[in-house]
């Protein structure tokens, strides 16, 4: 028996240490909607999100996340992406598209208003019927709906600091 936590819920079930993490997910849990592709951690359809991060989990031993939150398809809630997704009309045969919503799930959370690059960078996942450029579309369409970022402390000078560089320029003008 190993155990998993998947999508808040904890399970004990009857398979080998090293059965793959998609394995457990669609066989014995029934969640069915992360998909198997390459089974070799290449083209993304079976991401999943480990404590928020995505992951490839064809290729993830059930043993290796027990202690950790397994996030599939089935709990992604309310998310943006998905109304993106259906405003763009993103899938074509569909059958990658719940890892790359997890994937451009992961993106958002790391990154709210990714630039095309950042996309191309982060969206790895193939898609056999080549929807990218409607996935990196919906990406920018669901970016723009979320808060502006807040930039880090250590971005937003201190009133002390802002006022150092006004004398800093001060001195600089004089003659
Ligand atoms: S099925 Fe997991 S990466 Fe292809
Ligand atoms: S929509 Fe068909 S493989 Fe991506």
Known sequence: MVKVRVN???????ASPDTPLLWVVRDHLGLTGSKFGCGMGLCGACTMHLGGRPVRTCVLPVAAVADQEVTTIEAMGDHPLKDAWIAEQVPQ?????????????????????????DIGVSMTNLCRCGTYDR?????????????EPVPPESAVPREDEA???EAVKEEEAQP
Do not use: F, W
């Open 93 to 117: 045969c569909g059958y990658c598209q719940s890892g790359q919503l997890m994937q451009a799930a992961g993106l958002l959370a790391d990154n709210p208003r990714p630039t095309d690059e």
């Open 8 to 14: 808040g819920v904890d399970h004990e079930v009857d």
């Open 163 to 165: 006022l150092d560089e």
């Open 135 to 147: 996935i990196r579309k919906a990406i920018r369409r669901a970016a723009a709906t979320l808060p």
